[in-house]
C-alpha cells in the first residue's frame, strides 16, 4: 500500500516538472535567435513563396503561447510531430538512436560497478595500506581525466596504434556492438568509477566502526562473509544511489563521448537539434531524459525498500 | 556564417561533401575491392533534393538519381536521361527521352514521370530547396509518350546548368504520395541511376549498391557504404586506420594533416567557390565608397590567401568563383579594376572620406569557425591605417540567424559555393535589391533599379552581348566595392590507395567516379 502510495505521488511530481520542462524548453527555443526555416531552406537562396509556405505550414507566425498549446495537445496525444531535419516521426527518431546511447549507458554502468565496487572495498578493507593509497591516487588521477579527453587518448591508443577496438560506429551485431562500443564505455566510465570507488571506500569504512561488524568479526566470520555480507549490503545504499544517477546521466549526457567515437545516440541527436532548432525532437528528447531521471530515483527508492529492511519498515509505518 | 556553418552551408550549395563509412568496421577497406566505405563530415538527411540540397545528401542523390541533363568536363550541358534537345524558341526547350531507361523498382520512365519531377520544385506545398533555381520555368509538361517541353517566363541561358543540379528525376507516382517527406528514412527514394539504395538510415548510414540494370556504364564499384563522422580527428582516425576507404569531409586548410597519411592519397581540385568579405553600404562609415576602398586596399589578400587554403587554392581577382569566370571567358579573362594591398594608397583613400582619421567599426563573427581566423586578421590589417575593428564573437547557429535576418550587418567574412557555371547563379544574390531582404544573400545591401534591368538583361543575353553585360557588371562591383573578393579554396577528397578516381569541379556525381586501383 505504502509502495502505491509513493508511486502515485511520485506520477504526480514526475507529470508537473514534465510540464515545467517542456514550457521551460519551448521557451528558451523560441526565445533564441534564428528558427527552423534555416534548416527548412537550406543554406541556399530561396524564394518568397517558399518562405511563406514554410511559415504557414510551421505556424512560425504564431504567438508563442498558441504554439506551445498546439504542440502540448499533440503531445498529450502521444503525437510528438515530425522531425523538422529528417521529416521522420520523432519517435521514430529516438527509437532509432535509443540502442546505442542505452547499450553505451548500460555498459558504462557494468564497468562502473564490476571495477569500481569491488576497488572500493578493496581499499577500505587495506585502509592506509599501500593498496588502499594506491587505489584512492589513481582514482583521484582518473577522475581528473575529462571524458573527451580520454576518449581521444584511447583512440590513439587502442584503434589506431594497437587497432584492436574500431575507431567509430557502434556495431551492427550484438558481438560488433559490443567490440564497438568498448571504448567509449571506458572512455564514459573512468571517471565515474573513480567516483563509485572513493564512494564506495567512505561508505564501508563509515561501517568499519559499527558494533554488527565487531560482533561479527568477535563470531569469528570469515573476513571475506563480514566484508560481502555485512558491510556490502550496508554500504549499498549510498552507491546505489550514485549507480542510479551515474546511469540517469549516462543516457542523457553522453554526448561528447558520442561525439568522439562517431556514434549516433541521443546525445549526438540533441546537440544537431538545438542547432537545427528541431523543437520536435528537442521536445521529445528533453521529456525523456526528465523521465529516464525521476524513473531511475523511483527506481533507486525501491531498491532502497528491496535492500534495507529499516527502510522498508519506516515506509509501511510512516 | 561564415565559418563552418556558412560553409557547410554553403556546401549545399554545393555539392560538396560526402558520406561514408562502414558500419562495421572492418579493417582495411569494407568486404572486398569493389565495396567503398565512405565517410562524410556531415549527415545526409534526405534523399530528395527539395529537403536535401546539401553536400553530403546531394552526394547521395547523385549516386541514385539521374538528371535530365548533366554536364560534362568543361561544364557545358551534356546528355542524360533527355538523349537530345532543341530549342524551338530562345525561351523553351523540347527533351527528347533516352529509350528503354527503367527506375529500379522495374517500371519504365516516362515523360510524365520526367515532367512531374522538374513541376514538383514550383509548388509551394512542396518548399522545395531548389525552388530558387527554377524561378524562370512557366510551364512543364510531357508532350507525347517520350517528350517533355518546358516553357520559361523569358530566355534563360543558365536554365541547363541548373536543371543538370536539381532536374532529378524520381517516378511520379512515389512524389505525388510525398510532397513532404520524398528522400525520408522512411519512405526513401527510387531512381535511375548508376545506384540503388539498399539502406538509408540517419543513424547507420547509407548503403548503395550496384544498379546492375543503369543504361550507362557499368559502375566500377559493386557496393558503396556511406557513413557519417562529425568529429574531424575522428574521421582522420578511421581513415588512417583503414575503416574508411575516402571522404570529402577535410578542408584544404587542413591538407597537412592528411597528405602525410600512409597508405592516403589526398585529391585536390577546384572548387566552385568564392570567399569574399561583404560591406553593408546601407549606413555608418561603410557607405562611403572611399572607406570600401580604403578597406580594399588594406587588406593583405595574398596572406588571408594562404592562412586560409595553405596553399590550396588562390587569390580572387573578381567577384565570381574562377570556375565560372572561365566557364564565360576561356582563358581571356578580363582584368578587372582592383585595388592591390598597398597601405599608401588605403590612406589617400580614406583622406577623401569623411573619416580620414579613421573609426571604429562592431562586427560580429562566428566562433569557432573560419570567420573569427579570418575575421582577425582583417582587424589587424584593418588596424593599419586607423578603422579598429571591435570584434564581437557570436556561436554559429545564432550568427548564421543573425545574418539572414541581415540583423546588423558590417563587414562580413562570407565563403559560398556554388552548384553550376553559370554566373547568373551568383550576381543576383549579389547585388539584386530582391536578395538585400531578410534571408537573401545580398549581405552588402547594394543595388539599384538600374542594376537590377542589368541582371534581367544578363540573364536573358547569349554570345558577346553576355560577356559584354557581365564585364559591365563585374566592373561595377570592382569599382564601388561593395564586397571584397578574398580567395579560392579547392576541394580535397581523401582516398585510400586501394582506390582511385579522377574529380573535377562539375564531376559532382563522385562516388560513381571512385574506382578499385589497380594492381591493388
Known sequence: ?318 | MTSPTMRAAAAALLFLSVTACAGSAQKSGGAGRDTLVWASGAAPNSLDIAHGFNGASTTIQMAVLDTMVTLDDRGVPAPALAASWTQPDPASYEFTLREGVKFTDGSALTADDAAYSLRRHLDPAVASQAASYFTTVKKVEAVGADKVRVTLNRPNPAFLAVAAVAWQVVPRKLAEAHPKDLGSPEVGTIGTGPFKVAKFSLTSGTVLERNDAYWGPKPALRRIEIKSITDAETLRMAVRSGEVDGTDGLNARDARKWTGLPGVTTFFYPSNNIAYLSMAVGAGPLKDVHVRRAIAHAVDRAALTNLMTAGHGGPATAMLPHPQLTAVYGDAVPAFPDQPLDLAAAKAELAKSAYPDGFTLSVPYATGGDSATAMQAVAADLAKIGIKIVLEPNPGDKYMARMMAHDRLAIQYVDLAYGTPDPIEVLPDMISRGAAEPQGFNFSGYGSADLDARLDTFASATGEARKTQLTGLLTEIAEQVPYVPLFYTDNAVALSDRFTATFGTWRFNYLTLVRPASGS
Open chain 1, 1 to 318: 500500500m505504502a509502495v502505491l502510495t509513493l508511486l502515485a505521488r511520485r506520477l504526480a511530481a514526475a507529470l508537473v516538472l514534465l510540464g515545467v520542462l517542456s514550457a521551460l524548453t519551448f521557451g528558451l527555443l523560441a526565445a533564441s535567435p534564428g528558427g527552423p526555416e534555416q534548416v527548412l531552406l537550406g543554406s541556399r537562396p530561396s524564394t518568397a513563396e517558399t518562405r511563406a509556405a514554410i511559415r504557414a505550414e510551421y505556424h512560425l507566425d504564431d504567438p508563442f503561447p498558441v504554439r506551445y498549446a498546439r504542440w502540448l495537445g499533440d503531445a498529450v496525444r502521444g503525437d510528438f510531430g515530425v522531425s523538422i531535419y529528417s521529416r521522420e516521426p520523432v519517435t521514430d527518431v529516438i527509437a532509432d538512436r535509443m540502442p546505442v546511447t542505452a547499450s553505451l549507458a548500460g555498459y558504462a554502468l557494468l564497468l562502473t560497478v564490476a571495477v569500481g565496487v569491488p576497488l572500493g572495498l578493496v581499499a577500505a578493507m587495506r585502509r592506509g595500506g599501500a593498496l588502499d593509497q594506491g587505489i584512492t591516487l589513481a582514482a583521484l588521477v582518473t577522475l581528473a581525466i575529462p571524458p573527451f579527453a580520454l576518449s581521444i587518448l584511447l583512440l590513439y591508443g587502442f584503434a589506431v596504434a594497437l587497432g584492436w577496438f574500431p575507431v567509430f560506429g557502434a556495431g551492427e551485431t550484438p558481438l560488433d556492438r559490443i567490440v564497438h562500443l568498448t571504448l567509449p564505455a571506458i572512455a564514459l566510465a573512468g571517471a565515474q568509477t573513480a567516483m563509485v570507488v572513493r564512494q564506495m571506500r567512505a561508505a564501508a569504512l563509515d561501517l568499519a566502526g559499527q558494533d554488527f561488524l565487531t560482533f561479527a568479526r568477535a563470531r569469528g566470520l570469515p573476513r571475506r562473509r563480514i566484508w560481502l555480507g555485512y558491510a556490502l549490503r550496508n554500504a549499498a545504499l549510498p552507491v546505489l544511489t550514485v549507480g542510479g544517477l551515474l546511469l540517469a546521466a549516462n543516457l542523457t549526457g553522453s554526448l561528447f563521448v558520442e561525439q568522439a567515437f562517431g556514434l549516433h545516440g541521443l546525445g549526438a541527436l540533441l546537440i544537431g537539434a538545438i542547432g537545427q532548432k528541431d523543437i520536435p525532437v528537442v521536445q521529445a528528447l528533453v521529456l525523456l531524459g526528465g523521465a529516464i531521471v525521476v524513473a531511475v530515483n523511483l527506481l533507486i527508492d525501491l531498491a532502497y525498500l528491496a535492500v534495507d529492511p529499516r527502510v522498508r519498515h519506516g515506509a509501511v509505518t510512516s
